[in-house]
């Protein structure tokens, strides 16, 4: 299982996505060019010290992350019509979030393998994108038996 964020605007959602991937150990992609400058300096806030356990690739491009060969790309999508929780999930997935202000074009939407939605309230136009891949990856690891072992639940 995987992250790829395309082409992120907002330097604390990607910060959020590592701290999330880091613990979850899950790894992430980065598919640039991003919003802000993409680094240390910009995730820091958001990401705190969890990005020194995070796996993740930073990307030149959508066909540089397509050359790395990423497994089955399911792209969380608003233009959806599976639900996310009416999926099946396998365990090379690759969770795809598109940009905060636009999603991913027609052309990314195009060669997803599969288009999944978190169902919503009528009339309001999205989560926010962390918030989301924090939903879909949680249901993803659950199906396929993906969380990283643990020994406190308290």
Do not use: K
Not at 46 to 64: F, R, V
Not at 70 to 83: E, F, N, Q, Y
Not at 119 to 137: D, E, K, T
């Amino acid at each position: 299982m995987r992250i790829a964020l395309y082409q992120p605007d907002m330097a604390q959602n990607v910060g959020t996505l590592l701290r999330l991937a880091a613990c979850l150990a899950v790894p992430a992609d980065i598919i640039e060019p991003c919003g802000f400058p993409f680094g240390d300096r910009a995730l820091r806030r958001s990401g705190m010290d969890y990005l020194d356990h995070a796996d993740y690739t930073a990307h030149a491009s959508w066909e540089t992350f397509l050359a790395a060969g990423p497994g089955r790309l399911v792209l969380l999508t608003t233009r959806a019509s599976t639900s996310y929780t009416a999926f099946r999930f396998e365990p090379g997935d690759v969770l795809l979030l598109g940009r905060e202000s636009a999603g991913v074009p027609d052309e990314v939407h195009d060669q997803a393998d599969a288009r999944i939605a978190v169902p919503m309230v009528a009339g309001l136009r999205s989560l926010n994108v962390a918030v989301a891949a924090a939903m879909v990856l949680g249901e993803a690891l659950r199906q396929t038996g993906g969380f990283p072992p643990s020994g406190d639940y308290r």
